[in-house]
């Protein structure tokens, strides 16, 4: 979502004017956009801030974007002086009108206001990637999970009009782009707030349906609005991809109540048993945290039995992290930092092993791969396959001929934890 978000504002600067350079060292305007999830990322945006205060004197302007500036607001400028421009997301769609107020001189200005029911929704986005594009379909989140600063620093969920996102899918695919990925941070809560009023899945179907599309990804569904209508589109249409990232945070009930999930280690293990009993293969990956305040040894436990449970294909996981504003971070019980150290470990131990078994069972499948890149060093094409795995795969040479942007079949011959290697199973 960060990275779609630097496309739009990067677009956004383009059409004012401002044209990209390579390096901060060549730039007037240096932007950061930045995360505040966890405490490591909010402390690199200061580290690098501090790398470039040297060249603030030399005519450079700085500007900070994103969560860390919506979470910190004006203190920015008492941290960092040199910065001139401090902007949360909610606020991107004054970017022009900031621009202005930058070049008239004005040395402090800023966008925090969260009081919005606008999407940051630009014809101007500059796409990073020529053949997979980004549609936000839904901004902020209204749940309020004890760990999170999201509610915080983007503010309340507003979803954009079915009408426009279907209109971007088909403008996107008119310039030959075939997968679309649809964005949120809770995309299940999407509605559509034109009189049609559909819902998440009457939306992935109808997107899944635009001419030219072959591939409809969405990141990021939160289980509690995780329908059966969902599970039912997708079967219903091979170009919604067979991939499901269904983020559970823990296996134990006990602390998905304390973390304010709004849903049981058996309701979630319900919405898998509907991904599993489906017409077709989803692959599963999920989200973990490990050491929330108060969870056991015995708590964490329940978490390794999920992943043998569920047998997800890949995970991100995360020690707890307390964040300003949270419920959590006034809660009793931290777990040290050692101890979660060694409960991230055991958690992507047994990921890896779970994956390395999980990899290998693909020996010998025909997989439709969308080349994405080139490994001249390696002589392999880089795939990725429906259900998101990485498949670099050798062909035949194509006399100079590029195969970035095609579709084609590949033979899995090899498997490692993080990827899979075949050769192309074209008929040539
Ligand atoms: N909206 C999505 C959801 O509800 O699953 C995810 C949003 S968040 C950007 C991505 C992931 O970061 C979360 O699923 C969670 O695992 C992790 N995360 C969020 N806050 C965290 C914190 N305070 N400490 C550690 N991990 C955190
Ligand atoms: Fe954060 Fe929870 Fe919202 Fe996801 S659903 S963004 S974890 S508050």
New binding site residues.
């Given amino acids: 979502m960060n990275a779609h978000d630097s496309e739009k504002v990067i677009g956004t600067l383009i059409q004012q004017g401002y044209a990209q350079v390579e390096t901060p060292e060549e730039a007037h305007l240096v932007l950061y956009n930045t995360c505040s999830i966890r405490d490591k990322a909010e402390q690199k945006v200061f580290n690098r801030l501090q790398n470039f205060k040297r060249d603030a004197g030399r005519g450079k302007v700085f500007g900070v974007l994103g969560c860390v500036a919506q979470q910190e607001g004006e203190k920015i400028f008492a941290r960092a002086p040199h910065v001139s421009m401090v902007c949360g997301s909610a606020s991107y769609t004054r970017l022009p009108e900031m621009l202005v107020q930058l070049e008239a001189g004005n040395r402090r200005v800023t966008g925090l206001s969260l009081d919005t029911d606008e999407t940051f929704d630009t014809p101007f986005t500059r796409r990073d990637n020529p053949h997979r594009a980004y549609i936000t379909i839904i901004e902020g989140?209204d749940?309020?999970?004890a760990y999170?600063v999201?509610?915080f620093t983007r503010g309340p969920e507003r979803s954009r009009t079915s009408e426009s996102v279907i209109a971007e899918a088909g403008r996107l695919a008119g310039q030959g782009y075939t997968e679309i990925q649809l964005l949120g941070?809770?995309v299940n809560s999407y509605r559509d707030p034109s009189p049609a009023g559909w819902d998440f899945a009457t939306l992935l179907a109808r997107v899944a349906e635009v001419r030219g599309i072959r591939r409809v990804r969405y990141t990021?569904s939160?289980p509690r609005d995780f329908v059966r209508g969902i599970v039912d589109a997708m079967d219903a249409n091979p170009v919604l991809c067979d991939h499901v990232h269904l983020p559970v945070q823990s296996g134990s009930s006990r602390v998905l109540a304390a973390m304010d999930r709004l849903y049981t280690r058996d309701e979630y293990m319900r919405r898998i048993e509907w991904l599993k009993t489906a017409r077709r293969n989803y692959s599963l990956t999920t989200d973990i945290i490990v050491g929330f305040p108060g969870e056991t040894e015995e708590d964490f436990e329940r978490t390794l039995d999920l992943l043998d449970e569920v047998q997800y294909d890949s995970l991100f996981s995360f020690k707890y992290s307390p964040r300003p504003n949270t419920a959590a971070i006034a809660m009793a019980d931290a777990v040290p930092e050692e101890e979660k150290k060694r409960r991230l470990a055991i958690v992507q131990e047994k990921q890896r092993l779970i994956q390395i078994r999980r990899n290998a069972e693909r020996i010998g499948t025909i997989e439709e791969v969308l080349v994405e890149g080139r490994h001249a060093a390696l002589g392999q094409w880089i795939g990725r396959t429906s259900d998101n795995h990485t498949l670099n795969f050798t062909h035949p040479e194509t006399n100079g001929e590029s195969l970035i942007g095609t579709y084609l079949p590949v033979r899995v011959t090899r498997s490692g934890p993080n990827s899979l290697v075949g050769e192309s199973a074209t008929v040539v």
Wanted: aromatic share 0%.
């Fill in positions: 989140c749940k309020s999970c999170c999201v509610p941070q809770n990021t939160h």
